[in-house]
């Protein structure tokens, strides 16, 4: 037996180090090891169990090519070579009759790592002319909005957070979704600090909390405004700090005057002396920090929403001390450098398209058509808004269809050729999260399972097959890992960590402290609370859009992260069916009680399932986790074909919370 290190590159911000026991070239163990500020030793049970997804009988081990029509489940064996030609010879012939743009590449959040996420493939479809997707299933509106606020300025790292005497977690649930911040709040609550919660639902924590506001989903903005309002109107906004730090004080005053505490009551549902309570304990405590989730990005107001929550610590003053402000996702930036410099390659002046419209643009756009769709480290069956348009669309006979995967996915299952895809013990890859501020280099610990190849191997491959590579090129891993780094002085200093230590920091150190070690990225170092840019994009920043729910479809529906999964990922190995968890009061107003099979509907699809009661949500709100596969319900449909193809008021963002449906008996 033999122990090699690793690091975890899912989507999750904790970005954990691991240590892999290897026997006979197979892997029977993964642990958490201690590189890392807050693994500590221990991982999460789906990345513990890792081996039942990488040896599991839905692994795809071989090149396929679909046998009968699309969906059936026929599939043939190919070899790579042949597979690798069929692929060049379609995309070619598309890009010769009809340009370009007709092509589509399609990824997510498969992978975070530098190497796997872009590089080689970017490179290829930008060469290729292919059509821009603008990836905004997560973190799109949220980006957008620290950016306008903060320009680019790491938030407080999750190992601060026991120096805090008031910690709010805002539309987040780090019990799933960010496990190892929870010891860290715990810590801070053995000290003395106290804890808010801001959710529909009652999260673990929010059962554990001094106080949980319950908000209606995409009420957060008159929540966030009413309590900037009456941190202004009470005498407790920081007017040294704001005149020092920010512009735009007296504007986003002026915007926030509309929602007092009754007023944004009456609109979420939180009652008003709830948030009062909420504003003297914010102001009264230091440090204060706000945890904002990404429960609140997931609507038409979330780009506002999170704009308006980030402007709550400046104003309030509590920036510039350990343990105080805000954390949001700990994005690239910081690294001076990013994976782009991988890619090496601009992006063409082509069309963009928004992933979280993709139902619609694969039945509308013309000039081209869309005629061939790649997707990699992407699940969208499973984790698209429109389902049953998308699933419609993608069954196309003459969309041609390619996915790289590691499983037999609900997309896979639709494709015109499968490619098998490594898993990150088989392949090298510069992983970092969105939380931690820490980078590692994690190299392949086993040999591929079957014939899996890597993102990269792939695509080199086919940059060299159709004629796209130029001279310079980066070709292999470590090319692009060196010319990562070669870009930004920071980068030699990197590149040494990583190769001494397999683990690296980044430049402004893993726990700076805002306004004292770093500053905001805007071109004045201010903190700007009512972004010109993001007013234009928002037409009109902190404007609210009211609920969209009708009598038809009165009940919002929310779907919120699996602690088994990772959005879609490691869905195969679910056995248990779908429920929809529904409070008390609408379930016995439709004369349903728990364990009965029921449908979900709205004007985009429907669902059947079964119904849970769950006390935890409140009126008016039900609830279907995001990233379950279709065998998981009654009729081959999950929450996402209840999803409209909307998009938040900022990034484009997908507004997988704006659900409204209808629910009955079945
Ligand atoms: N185990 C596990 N870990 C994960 C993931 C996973 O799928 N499983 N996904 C990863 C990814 S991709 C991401 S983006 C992060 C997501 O991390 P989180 O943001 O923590 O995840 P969610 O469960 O999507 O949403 C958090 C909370 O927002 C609440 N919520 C829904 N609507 C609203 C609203 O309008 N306002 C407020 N205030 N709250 C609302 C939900 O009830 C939920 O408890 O987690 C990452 N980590
Ligand atoms: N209903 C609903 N849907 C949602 C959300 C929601 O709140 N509600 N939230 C959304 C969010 S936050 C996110 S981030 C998205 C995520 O949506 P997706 O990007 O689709 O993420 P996953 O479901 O994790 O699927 C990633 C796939 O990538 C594959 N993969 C992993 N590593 C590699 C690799 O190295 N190479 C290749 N080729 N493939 C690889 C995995 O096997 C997996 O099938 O889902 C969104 N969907
Ligand atoms: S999914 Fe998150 S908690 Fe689990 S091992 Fe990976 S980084 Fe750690
Ligand atoms: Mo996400």
């Given at each position: 037996?033999?122990?090699?290190?690793?690091?975890?590159?899912?989507?999750?911000?904790?970005?954990?180090?691991?240590?892999?026991?290897?026997?006979?070239?197979r892997v029977v163990g993964l642990e958490g090891d201690h590189r890392g500020p807050i693994t500590?030793?221990?991982?999460?049970?789906?990345?513990?169990?890792?081996?039942?997804?990488?040896?599991?009988?839905?692994?795809?081990?071989?090149?396929?090519?679909?046998?009968?029509?699309?969906?059936?489940?026929?599939?043939?064996?190919?070899?790579?070579?042949?597979?690798?030609?069929?692929?060049?010879?379609?995309?070619?012939?598309?890009?010769?009759?009809?340009?370009?743009?007709a092509i589509l590449p399609y990824h997510y959040g498969g992978s975070n790592g530098w190497l796997?996420?872009?590089?080689?493939?970017?490179?290829?479809?930008?060469?290729?002319?292919?059509?821009?997707?603008?990836?905004?299933?997560?973190?799109?509106?949220?980006?957008?909005?620290?950016?306008?606020?903060?320009?680019?300025?790491?938030?407080?790292?999750?190992?601060?957070?026991?120096?805090?005497?008031?910690?709010?977690?805002?539309?987040?649930?780090?019990?799933?979704?960010?496990?190892?911040?929870?010891?860290?709040?715990?810590?801070?609550?053995?000290?003395?600090?106290?804890?808010?919660?801001?959710?529909?639902?009652?999260?673990?924590?929010?059962?554990?909390?001094?106080?949980?506001?319950?908000?209606?989903?995409?009420?957060?903005?008159?929540?966030?405004?009413?309590?900037?309002?009456?941190?202004?109107?009470?005498?407790?906004?920081?007017?040294?700090?704001?005149?020092?730090?920010?512009?735009?004080?007296?504007?986003?005053?002026?915007?926030?005057?509309?929602?007092?505490?009754?007023?944004?009551?009456?609109?979420?549902?939180?009652?008003?002396?709830?948030?009062?309570?909420?504003?003297?304990?914010?102001?009264?405590?230091?440090?204060?920090?706000?945890?904002?989730?990404?429960?609140?990005?997931?609507?038409?107001?979330?780009?506002?929403?999170?704009?308006?929550?980030?402007?709550?610590?400046?104003?309030?003053?509590?920036?510039?001390?350990?343990?105080?402000?805000?954390?949001?996702?700990?994005?690239?930036?910081?690294?001076?450098?990013?994976?782009?410099?991988?890619?090496?390659?601009?992006?063409?002046?082509?069309?963009?398209?928004?992933?979280?419209?993709?139902?619609?643009?694969?039945?509308?756009?013309?000039?081209?058509?869309?005629?061939?769709?790649?997707?990699?480290?992407?699940?969208?069956?499973?984790?698209?808004?429109?389902?049953?348009?998308?699933?419609?669309?993608?069954?196309?006979?003459?969309?041609?269809?390619?996915?790289?995967?590691?499983?037999?996915?609900?997309?896979?299952?639709?494709?015109?050729?499968?490619?098998?895809?490594?898993?990150?013990?088989?392949?090298?890859?510069?992983?970092?999260?969105?939380?931690?501020?820490?980078?590692?280099?994690?190299?392949?610990?086993?040999?591929?399972?079957?014939?899996?190849?890597s993102n990269n191997a792939v695509f080199g491959e086919l940059l060299t097959r159709m004629g796209?590579?130029?001279?310079?090129?980066?070709?292999?891993?470590?090319?692009?890992?060196?010319?990562?780094?070669?870009?930004?002085?920071?980068?030699?200093?990197?590149?040494?960590?990583?190769?001494?230590?397999?683990?690296?920091?980044?430049?402004?150190?893993?726990?700076?402290?805002?306004?004292?070690?770093?500053?905001?990225?805007?071109?004045?170092?201010?903190?700007?609370?009512?972004?010109?840019?993001?007013?234009?994009?928002?037409?009109?920043?902190?404007?609210?859009?009211?609920?969209?729910?009708?009598?038809?479809?009165?009940?919002?529906?929310?779907?919120?992260?699996?602690?088994?999964?990772?959005?879609?990922?490691?869905?195969?190995?679910?056995?248990?069916?779908?429920?929809?968890?529904?409070?008390?009061?609408?379930?016995?107003?439709?004369?349903?009680?728990?364990?009965?099979?029921?449908?979900?509907?709205?004007?985009?699809?429907?669902?059947?399932?079964?119904?849970?009661?769950?006390?935890?949500?409140?009126?008016?709100?039900?609830?279907?986790?995001?990233?379950?596969?279709?065998?998981?319900?009654?009729?081959?449909?999950?929450?996402?074909?209840?999803?409209?193809?909307?998009?938040?008021?900022?990034?484009?963002?997908?507004?997988?919370?704006?659900?409204?449906?209808?629910?009955?008996?079945?």
């Open positions: 037996m033999e122990q090699r290190s690793s690091a975890c590159p899912l989507d999750c911000p904790d970005a954990c180090g691991l240590t892999v026991s290897i026997d006979a070239g500590d030793g221990f991982i999460c049970g789906k990345v513990r169990k890792f081996t039942d997804h990488m040896y599991g009988h839905d692994r795809i081990a071989r090149p396929l090519v679909r046998a009968g029509a699309k969906g059936s489940g026929g599939w043939h064996g190919i070899s790579w070579e042949e597979a690798l030609g069929l692929m060049a010879d379609r995309l070619q012939s598309i890009q010769a009759r009809s340009g370009g743009e796997t996420d872009g590089a080689l493939v970017t490179r290829f479809f930008r060469r290729l002319g292919a059509s821009n997707l603008q990836r905004t299933f997560c973190a799109s509106a949220t980006g957008a909005a620290t950016r306008g606020l903060y320009g680019v300025m790491p938030g407080t790292a999750l190992e601060d957070f026991v120096h805090a005497k008031l910690i709010v977690l805002w539309g987040v649930n780090p019990s799933a979704t960010g496990i190892h911040l929870v010891p860290m709040i715990e810590r801070a609550r053995e000290a003395g600090a106290k804890l808010v919660v801001i959710d529909p639902r009652r999260t673990p924590l929010a059962r554990r909390a001094d106080l949980h506001l319950a908000p209606r989903p995409g009420t957060d903005l008159p929540v966030a405004l009413a309590i900037l309002h009456a941190l202004f109107e009470r005498g407790h906004a920081d007017r040294a700090f704001l005149a020092e730090h920010t512009t735009g004080a007296e504007e986003l005053a002026r915007r926030a005057s509309r929602w007092t505490l009754d007023a944004a009551a009456a609109e979420s549902g939180v009652a008003a002396q709830d948030l009062a309570e909420f504003v003297e304990l914010y102001a009264a405590s230091s440090p204060a920090v706000i945890r904002a989730g990404w429960g609140l990005e997931r609507n038409r107001n979330g780009g506002s929403a999170v704009a308006a929550v980030l402007a709550i610590p400046a104003v309030a003053g509590k920036l510039g001390i350990r343990g105080g402000g805000y954390t949001m996702g700990n994005g690239d930036a910081r690294w001076g450098v990013g994976e782009e410099h991988g890619t090496a390659q601009p992006a063409p002046p082509t069309r963009s398209v928004n992933m979280s419209q993709i139902s619609t643009a694969l039945r509308e756009l013309r000039d081209p058509r869309i005629e061939a769709m790649v997707v990699f480290n992407c699940n969208p069956v499973a984790t698209a808004p429109d389902q049953r348009a998308l699933i419609a669309e993608l069954s196309r006979e003459d969309l041609f269809l390619v996915v790289h995967e590691q499983v037999m996915t609900d997309t896979a299952a639709l494709a015109d050729l499968v490619l098998p895809a490594t898993t990150f013990l088989e392949h090298d890859d510069l992983t970092r999260g969105y939380g931690t501020m820490r980078m590692f280099h994690s190299r392949a610990v086993v040999p591929p399972v079957g014939e899996a190849r796209l590579v130029r001279e310079g090129d980066a070709m292999t891993d470590d090319a692009i890992a060196a010319q990562i780094f070669a870009a930004a002085p920071e980068g030699a200093k990197l590149a040494r960590e990583l190769a001494e230590h397999g683990v690296a920091t980044p430049p402004p150190g893993d726990r700076p402290v805002a306004f004292v070690d770093v500053f905001p990225g805007t071109p004045d170092r201010k903190v700007h609370l009512v972004s010109e840019a993001l007013d234009r994009e928002a037409n009109g920043l902190y404007t609210y859009r009211p609920d969209p729910r009708t009598d038809e479809y009165p009940l919002a529906l929310i779907s919120p992260a699996l602690a088994t999964q990772i959005s879609s990922y490691f869905g195969q190995l679910r056995s248990a069916p779908a429920t929809l968890g529904m409070a008390r009061a609408d379930a016995a107003a439709r004369g349903i009680t728990d364990g009965d099979p029921i449908r979900i509907w709205n004007q985009y699809g429907e669902v059947h399932c079964t119904a849970k009661l769950d006390a935890d949500l409140r009126e008016g709100v039900c609830m279907l986790p995001k990233g379950l596969w279709r065998k998981h319900t009654a009729n081959g449909y999950t929450s996402n074909a209840l999803i409209p193809p909307a998009v938040a008021d900022l990034g484009g963002q997908a507004a997988f919370n704006d659900a409204r449906v209808q629910v009955a008996r079945r």
